[in-house]
């Protein structure tokens, strides 16, 4: 069974641009989470989609945004880079559902995606 | 505030010898307790998770926690570490509902580094 798979594996972009950042679900999974890993402030959880729906989002500012598509996959956005997003970017999914009935509540993590801002 | 707490930056093992990795947490209501590895460069792997039952709870290669609800513990362990062990560990508990519905983030840990000595 196919993992969680993100791309690009390295992104370096310049303070002021915007970063586009990929992800694609195990087969069946239809809830797709962010986190953000840097160094010193440990794992922050970013955002979750399910059905399409972003149902929650962590404490960052509105500048970081995404989506997810019919067939599940996601796409995380952060526009006007400052340096202090340099980090590696963490995709993961799992089972979907918001209630509290769900098959299952671990979550499923990806390579993830190294973001340099310079 | 929820809270998951890894007391040991850092243990030293030699192989062949039992390890423990520490953790502890604060949430409201029943903890849903989770247990990945992060090699150098890599994802989070899901190593195993407490939901319900048993307090000894059996996961990949080999690990095993024992959930204690009244020292509010989910200690990670294995008989005989292996140099391969060596890695980054990190507990993870899931933030409890808001109502009747779930908001699929998980809190973490500061990571605990492993170090297994041939």
């Known amino acids: 069974e196919a993992g969680v798979t993100q791309s690009p594996t390295h992104l370096i972009k310049t303070r002021g641009q915007q970063a586009t950042l990929r992800c694609s679900p195990i087969?069946?999974?239809?809830?797709v989470y962010w986190y953000q890993q840097a160094l010193g402030l440990g794992l922050q959880f970013l955002l979750w989609y399910d059905e399409g729906e972003e149902r929650n989002r962590g404490n960052f500012p509105p500048r970081f945004s995404g989506r997810q598509f019919p067939n599940y996959s996601s796409e995380l956005n952060v526009n006007a880079l400052e340096l202090e997003d340099s980090a590696l970017y963490l995709c993961?999914?799992?089972?979907?559902?918001?209630?509290?009935?769900?098959?299952?509540?671990?979550?499923?993590f990806g390579p993830g995606t190294r973001l340099t801002v310079t | 505030a929820q809270s998951v707490a890894q007391p040991e930056d850092q243990v030293n093992v030699a192989e062949g010898n039992p390890l423990t990795v520490k953790c502890t947490y604060s949430?409201?209501?029943?903890?849903?307790l989770f247990w990945y590895v992060q090699y150098p460069n890599r994802g989070l792997q899901f190593l195993l998770k407490y939901i319900t039952g048993d307090n000894l709870v059996k996961g990949s290669y080999g690990f095993e926690a024992e959930f204690n609800k009244s020292q509010t513990s989910f200690h990670l362990k294995k008989p005989s570490a292996l140099v391969s062990d060596s890695a980054l560990y990190f507990c993870a508990v899931r933030d409890p509902t808001v109502g009747s519905s779930n908001t699929g983030k998980l809190i973490f840990g500061q990571g605990t580094t492993l170090q297994v000595k041939p």
């Open positions: 949430v409201s209501g029943n903890p849903y």
């Open positions: 087969s069946g999974h239809t809830s």
């Open positions: 993961a999914s799992s089972f979907g559902g918001t209630g509290t009935l769900r098959r299952t509540y671990e979550q499923y």
